[in-house]
């Protein structure tokens, strides 16, 4: 990052001395992780904040991702960042709790109330063919929260 672009990257830092995170101010993507609008071989393009702040202060990350120790989207501290692959980034997801699973998945067609009926009707013999019209989903939908594939964190 040259002077002048960490000179308009640190404008947009909010340190907050009880947590330690520099909390990002400026712009913020759609997943609500900060943006910064800088030039790249002499062409505009925008970037993640936390990434810009990593390889700054950290060196190049290349094909890794840049996760966060804090679980703060809008967190640029390079303190707080860390390098990982994409399945390191997934794991970290899914252990903090963060992955979309059950209702929170704006795609699921079932409902959390339906899983256990579901499972009983299944128990008592319905196929998943059968299961799937029930519930207005395709039969492998149905199947995998028969058998908790999916939904597995409702009993």
């Known amino acids: 990052m040259d002077a002048a672009t960490l000179e308009r990257f640190m404008a947009k830092v909010q340190p907050e001395p009880m947590s330690g995170c520099w909390l990002w101010d400026g712009a913020l993507g759609s997943h609500g992780y ?8 002499g ?5 993640s904040a936390h990434r810009l702040s990593y390889e700054h202060w950290n060196g190049p990350l290349g ?8 679980d703060t989207r809008v967190c640029v501290n390079p303190d707080h960042l860390f390098a990982g ?4 980034n997934s794991a970290d997801m899914v252990t ?4 979309t699973m059950g209702e929170r998945n704006p795609m699921a067609r079932l409902q959390r109330a339906d899983i256990p009926t579901l499972r009983r009707l299944a128990r008592a013999g319905w ?3 059968a299961l799937g019209r029930r519930f207005g989903v395709c039969s492998e939908t149905a ?8 939904w597995g964190h409702v009993e």
């Open 127 to 129: 196929s998943a063919a």
């Open 43 to 47: 062409r505009p393009k925008t970037l």
């Open 96 to 99: 903090k709790g963060r992955q």
């Open 85 to 88: 692959t994409r399945a390191e």
């Open 63 to 70: 094909a890794l991702c840049c996760l966060h120790r804090c």
């Open 143 to 150: 199947r995998r929260a028969a058998v908790g594939e999916s």
């Open 34 to 41: 900060g943006q910064l609008r800088v030039r790249v071989s």
